[in-house]
T-cell receptor, first 116, second 112 residues
Framework: DTAVSQTPKYLVTQMGNDKSIKCEQN?????MYWYKQDSKKFLKIMFS???????INETVPNRFSPKSPDKAHLNLHINSLELGDSAVYFC???????????????FGPGTRLTVL | TQLLEQSPQFLSIQEGENLTVYCNSS?????LQWYRQEPGEGPVLLVTVVTGGEVKKLKRLTFQFGDARKDSSLHITAAQPGDTGLYLC????????????FGKGTLLTVNP
C-alpha cells in the first residue's frame, strides 16, 4: 500500500524537451508539495497545493508548472528542459487537521531527472 | 528568510560509537522535525518536537529541542550500520504556514 507514489522513477531526456512527473497520495491529506533535491542533497520547496489551491510558489523558473486536478494528485510539468534541471524531484503530502498541525511530510520515492 | 544550519555535514564512525548531530538557527520555529533519507528513497519522518526543552527518545535516538526553539540535536547511542543515511532537520512555522525550512543534512556512515 504505497502512501505517496511518483512516476516515473527515472527520467532521462534531452535539453529543450518537455516532460511531466506525476504524483498521487492515498493518505487523504489536504496538502501536497514538490521539492527539488540537488546533487549536494539540499532539499528545497518548489510548490505546494492545499485542496487544489496553490499556496506556496517559491522562486522557480516559469518553465515549471504544477497542476492539481484533485487533492490526491499533484503533477509537475517542465518545459524547455535545461541541464541545471537535473536533480531528484520529490512529491510529499501533509495533513493539516486537527490543529495544531505541524505539516509533517510524507515523501514519495523521488524522480531522478537527468537532462543531457 | 529562515535558515537552518546542520553540523557536521559528513560523519563517518565505527559501529558502537555515539554521535550527535546539531541543527541551529537564529529564527524561532513552532516545531522541529527530523527525517532520515536512505539512498534512492524519500525522507522519512523520525520525530517532531514542539515544546522548548522537549526531549524525545526513539530507541537509541534522542532528540532535543532547545529552550528557545531555535535549535535541536539528535544523539545516537551505540550506532549501527542500519543507522547509515542522510539526516535532515526541518523547521516549521506552524498553523497555516505550510512551509518547512530544511537544513542541508548530515550524511552519516556507520562502518561495521
Amino acid at each position: 500500500d504505497t502512501a505517496v507514489s511518483q512516476t516515473p522513477k527515472y527520467l532521462v531526456t534531452q535539453m529543450g524537451n518537455d516532460k511531466s512527473i506525476k504524483c498521487e497520495q492515498n493518505l487523504g491529506h489536504d496538502t501536497m508539495y514538490w521539492y527539488k533535491q540537488d546533487s549536494k542533497k539540499f532539499l528545497k520547496i518548489m510548490f505546494s497545493y492545499n485542496n487544489k489551491e496553490l499556496i506556496i510558489n517559491e522562486t522557480v523558473p516559469n518553465r515549471f508548472s504544477p497542476k492539481s486536478p484533485d487533492k490526491a494528485h499533484l503533477n509537475l510539468h517542465i518545459n524547455s528542459l535545461e541541464l541545471g534541471d537535473s536533480a531528484v524531484y520529490f512529491c510529499a503530502s501533509s495533513q493539516d487537521r486537527p490543529p495544531p498541525s505541524y505539516n509533517e511530510q510524507f515523501f514519495g520515492p523521488g524522480t531522478r531527472l537527468t537532462v543531457l | 528568510t529562515q535558515l537552518l544550519e546542520q553540523s557536521p555535514q559528513f560523519l563517518s564512525i565505527q559501529e558502537g560509537e555515539n554521535l550527535t548531530v546539531y541543527c541551529n538557527s537564529s529564527s524561532v520555529f513552532s516545531s522541529l522535525q527530523w527525517y532520515r533519507q536512505e539512498p534512492g528513497e524519500g525522507p522519512v519522518l523520525l520525530v517532531t518536537v514542539v515544546t522548548g526543552g522537549e526531549v524525545k527518545k526513539l530507541k537509541r535516538l534522542t532528540f532535543q529541542f532547545g529552550d528557545a526553539r531555535k535549535d535541536s540535536s539528535l544523539h545516537i547511542t551505540a550506532a549501527q550500520p542500519g543507522d547509515t543515511g542522510l539526516y535532515l532537520c526541518a523547521g516549521g512555522g506552524g498553523g497555516s504556514n505550510y512551509k518547512l525550512t530544511f537544513g542541508k543534512g548530515t550524511l552519516l556512515t556507520v562502518n561495521p
